[in-house]
């Protein structure tokens, strides 16, 4: 089955400067990788997210980058505020079994004023 | 647009008592998943319904877990007997069923599941 690993596990920056989350998957066939944001006690909310067709996706300050042959994707945050802290969750999605998502185990983001 | 609901948002059992959890889905759509979230962990999932089939369950303990969606709308998840080491926030989530592999998934708030 498909295997996500997350770095880094927490992540700590000042107010204004750019977080980088990183994520490897093991299945080649995935083709799908969206990007969610979990406050402390509350649900997990989609972010962005972006296809194996791209290898880039941009949402104002959030953008999501894609390396299908290193079978890894990558989570930027520029800009960063305090609202942006919580965990951060990549996961991925291939053709088989439905839709299932496998995740990866987070990133605590802290910006600091 | 009414979001995933989940209800209750807290419960507290001991271990090998049951306990049972319910969801009611995005109005429409037909893909429900549940997952079950470890503390420090990101979701895992259980089972996966479209509309009242179920499409994977392989990561369910099906020794003590069963879930249905008798009427393709609604789902319980349940859990007899517990264990200490199903704490954990059971997750259900939708998506529409329509856009194949890759859809959204959209997140309920959990029910805090905590074994003693």
């Known amino acids: 089955g498909e295997n996500v690993e997350q770095h880094p596990s927490t992540l700590s920056v000042q107010e204004g400067d750019s977080a980088v989350i990183k994520c490897t998957y093991s299945?080649?066939?995935?083709?799908?990788f969206p990007w969610y944001k979990q406050e402390l006690g509350k649900r997990p909310q989609l972010i962005i997210d972006?296809?194996?067709?791209?290898g880039e996706k941009k949402d104002q300050r959030i953008a999501v980058t894609l390396n299908k042959t290193a079978k890894h994707f990558s989570l930027h945050i520029t800009e960063t505020q305090p609202e942006d802290s919580a965990v951060y969750f990549c996961?991925?999605?291939?053709?088989?079994?439905?839709?299932?998502?496998?995740f990866g185990t987070g990133t605590q983001l802290k910006v600091e004023l | 647009e009414a979001g995933v609901a989940q209800s209750p948002r807290y419960k507290i059992i001991e271990k090998r008592q049951s306990v049972a959890f319910w969801c009611n889905p995005i109005?429409?759509?037909?893909?429900l998943y549940w997952y079950q979230q470890i503390l420090g962990q990101g979701p895992k999932l259980l089972i996966q319904?479209?509309?009242?089939?179920?499409?994977?369950d392989s990561q369910l303990p099906k020794d003590r877990f069963s879930a249905e969606r008798l009427k393709g709308v609604d789902s319980t998840l349940k859990i007899q007997p517990a264990k200490l080491e199903d704490s954990a926030v059971y997750l259900c989530?939708?998506?529409?069923?329509?856009?194949?592999?890759?859809?959204?998934?959209?997140f309920g708030p959990g029910t805090r599941l905590l074994v003693l």
């Open positions: 989530a939708s998506s529409s069923g329509l856009a194949g592999p890759g859809e959204t998934q959209y």
């Open positions: 299945d080649s066939a995935s083709n799908y």
């Open positions: 972006i296809r194996s067709n791209v």
């Open positions: 996961a991925a999605s291939g053709t088989g079994g439905g839709n299932k998502l496998t």
């Open positions: 109005s429409g759509h037909a893909t």
């Open positions: 319904f479209q509309n009242n089939g179920v499409v994977d």
